[in-house]
């Protein structure tokens, strides 16, 4: 069982920046992929970026390729979500996620997740 607790949420103005933190329960935080996935007012939710078990594979969404980048401690059960460049239309709540262990799907795969955080408001004002 893997718990989430994500912080770092709030409002910036469009160009600024905000770092999400995403910390975790567990013995075992490096046998899991980390993702972030957000849900805009009316929208379904969507995958932003993720990080493999060691960190020296990251995947991210078009949207934000570029702009966010995705990282992890796992001597502190962390995950981390750098977001630059803000635009009004990243306004969300950010979900933190975590993959079934050894997972070998893909990293963007909604399905692939077997434990969330309880989300963070990101809002960026234009």
């Known amino acids: 069982q893997v718990q989430l607790v994500e912080s770092g949420g709030g409002l910036a103005q469009a160009g600024g920046s905000l770092r999400l933190s995403c910390a975790a329960s567990g013995r075992t935080f490096s046998r899991y992929v980390m993702g972030w996935f957000r849900q805009g007012p009316g929208k379904e939710r969507e995958f932003v970026a993720a990080?493999?078990?060691?960190?020296?594979?990251?995947n991210y969404a078009d949207s934000v390729k570029g702009r966010f980048t995705i990282s992890r401690d796992n001597a502190k059960s962390t995950v981390y979500l750098q977001m630059n460049s803000l635009k009004p239309e990243d306004t969300a709540v950010y979900y933190c996620?975590?993959?079934?262990?050894?997972?070998?799907?893909?990293?963007?795969?909604?399905?692939?997740?077997?434990?969330w955080g309880q989300g963070t408001q990101v809002t960026v004002s234009s």
């Open positions: 990080i493999s078990p060691i960190g020296i594979t990251t």
């Open positions: 996620a975590a993959s079934r262990p050894n997972y070998s799907g893909r990293y963007s795969d909604i399905a692939g997740y077997d434990y």
